[in-house]
């Protein structure tokens, strides 16, 4: 074989291990951002205390993600994006069925995603800190990721609410998603309640809930 293919086949290896120790510094500004993000918030983190964290250098940081409101949006699609794939999965499911789906039905594709989330899994105190930041930090980041969800769920709604407005689908929907954050910051009523609850019905309680609030003559299939 020409001495050329011997060369290419040795340039192939060193091509592919570069892609993993990017793949791997990406990783590690990442989680260092995500975690910094999460104990002090967006504005008190900075790009110099991420890159320490992370043991890389802040070029390495500005090549991989532009700027820390670049890296913020990457932190937070790849937490955020598995599970707006699965809300949106199921509803395809429900759509394809041939008939339209009722509120209930909706609110258990939209909502029931979240018992999927692992445990030990930072999203949900990375979501519920993003609500906190400013809104000029918050809101074009929540729209980007979120639009399309909330654009389809609301049609979708619409059609299986017919006798409401969409102002008013459009404002019990928002409030649905203010119950969902706040369930995500605490999987429990922060204040002591008794009998005490079981935090593994909170996604099911969630749904009845939401179900009740947007659709008040709904027939409860659950005993609440």
């Known amino acids: ?3 050329a293919s011997a060369s290419g086949a040795s340039k192939r290896p060193r091509s592919a291990a570069r892609k993993r120790n ?7 500004i990442l989680d260092a951002a995500e975690a910094l993000f999460i104990e002090q918030g967006f504005v008190a983190t900075s790009l110099r205390a991420i890159t320490s964290r992370a043991g890389v250098n802040l070029a390495a940081a500005h090549y991989h993600f532009g700027s820390k409101e670049g890296l913020l949006g990457a932190a937070f699609h ?8 699965t809300r949106l999965e199921a509803l395809d499911a429900l ?19 979240l018992a ?49 407005s969409p102002e008013v689908i459009r404002w019990r929907f928002y409030f649905v998603v203010g119950a ?36 008040p003559h709904a027939e409860s299939v659950r005993d609440v």
């Open 1 to 3: 074989m020409p001495p």
């Open 22 to 28: 990017a793949a791997d510094t990406k990783t590690r």
């Open 78 to 85: 790849r937490r955020v994006e598995p599970l707006n794939a």
């Open 95 to 113: 759509l394809a069925e041939g008939h339209p789906p009722d509120a209930r039905e909706l609110m258990r594709a939209f909502l029931e995603p």
């Open 116 to 164: 999927g989330v692992d445990p030990e899994s930072p999203m949900p105190r990375l979501v519920g800190r993003l609500f906190g930041e400013p809104d000029a930090v918050a809101r074009p980041l929540l729209e980007r990721e979120f639009s399309e969800v909330a654009a389809r769920f609301f049609a979708a709604l619409r059609e299986a609410l017919p006798d409401q």
């Open 180 to 215: 969902m954050i706040h369930l995500l910051a605490f999987d429990k009523p922060p204040v002591p309640l008794e009998p005490p609850v079981d935090p593994a019905d909170g996604i099911e309680q969630l749904i009845d809930f939401a179900v009740n609030g947007l659709d």
